[in-house]
């Protein structure tokens, strides 16, 4: 603490040697302060050897920040270097969430629907049965048949099917099937190709290769690029479908988008239900199998696919898909529901499988076992 001493009991010079010292001390203070950054700089190298000297302790002191001013820089503005850092990563690897994206979350969260995407483009969807809110506007027999198919994803629809070749009906929604619509040639390809597959997975001599790119395309009208072409190809490859390549020369196009009619239906199905040449066949011999009054509308290789269905039994196609007839209507269209149910069964009476059984291969061969033991 400083003493002050009454002016009255010092003499005049000892006041002025007193004022010298102060100003003297003032003056070295005030040179240390202008030049502390500089010895600052100046003793860096030395700082080391004056570790709890008066000096070291004044430099560092001088050199360190204010902590209010430093705390508060801190709380008001985010660092500058780990800004610096970080910005060019920032700008590549974060993006905000968006409408969009949540949308998606969304979906992805309350449906179970899959969606692929075929090489045109088009979505193509692979639903549940339960997914579809109009499978019971299909004839309540066939109803079955489209259940286990589509729980087995061979009846991927990708786009409307027309009516006609000129008819452009309105897009389905997302869950709608539309059984009683008609199905397209693509679509009966693409499905029978896959269901045959499916339901020999485990007999690759029984399946069907699909077409490759390198092969040179067997219709004028589904070149490589076409979303169906592996399935068609692949089918005209193994004579399932007419074509130049079975000795049809008129057989130039597919007409992929046609209606599919009765008379393909069958054409294509049968040989792998057989898995033998078509037997030889009649107008007659027709008409004394089915009883059809319109076998004069028939072609002979569609005669002889018919015979070769009456030979299946109760296992026919045609009994399956269109019950009891009298006409076969060869070039009505066939409906989705009728092509789930021509598809749901593969092979002869002897030896047979169907979407059921691949659907539940434990209890068909449960079913199996207690038949021989009887």
């Not at 619509?181 to 269901?195: G, H, K």
Request: aromatic share 6%; with cysteine.
């Amino acid at each position: 603490m400083a003493m002050v001493i009454p002016r009255s009991l010092v003499g005049q010079s000892t006041i002025q040697k007193i004022t010298k010292k102060l100003v003297r001390k003032t003056a070295k203070k005030t040179v240390k302060a202008a030049t502390a950054s500089t010895v600052a700089l100046l003793s860096l190298l030395s700082l080391s050897g004056c570790a709890g000297s008066n000096l070291g302790d004044r430099v560092g002191q001088s050199l360190e920040p204010d902590p209010q001013l430093a705390e508060r820089a801190n709380r008001n503005s985010p660092s500058e270097s780990t800004n610096s850092d970080t910005a060019d990563d920032q700008r590549i690897t974060v993006r905000p969430a968006t409408d969009t994206d949540q949308n998606a979350t969304e979906d992805s969260d309350e449906s179970d629907t899959e969606t692929t995407t075929d090489l045109d483009g088009d979505s193509q969807s692979s639903n549940q049965a339960a997914d579809y809110i109009d499978l019971d506007k299909a004839p309540e027999e066939i109803r079955p048949y489209l259940a286990d198919l589509i729980a087995l994803e061979v009846l991927t629809v990708r786009s409307p099917t027309p009516t006609s070749e000129n008819a452009t009906p309105s897009p389905p929604l997302a869950n709608e099937f539309r059984p009683n619509q008609a199905t397209t040639r693509r679509e009966y390809a693409r499905w029978l190709l896959a269901a045959n597959n499916r339901f020999y997975q485990g007999t690759p001599n029984r399946r069907i290769r699909p077409g490759v790119t390198s092969s040179q395309p067997v219709f004028q009208d589904v070149p490589v690029s076409d979303a169906d072409f592996a399935a068609i190809q692949g089918l005209a490859e193994a004579g399932i479908i007419p074509s130049s390549l079975t000795g049809s020369s008129t057989t130039i196009t597919f007409r992929p988008d046609a209606p599919l009619t009765r008379k393909d239906l069958l054409l294509w199905k049968v040989p792998l239900d057989t898995r033998q040449p078509l037997p030889e066949a009649t107008a007659t011999a027709v008409r004394q199998a089915w009883s059809f009054q319109d076998t004069d509308t028939i072609e002979p290789r569609v005669a002889q696919a018919l015979i070769a269905d009456h030979q299946l039994g109760d296992f026919s196609n045609i009994r399956r898909t269109f019950g009891y007839t009298t006409l076969f209507q060869p070039d009505k269209a066939a409906t989705r529901a009728e092509t789930a149910a021509v598809l749901w069964r593969f092979g002869n009476p002897a030896e047979g499988i169907t979407a059921n059984e691949v659907l539940n291969p434990t209890a068909s061969a449960t079913t199996t076992d207690s038949e021989d033991n009887e």
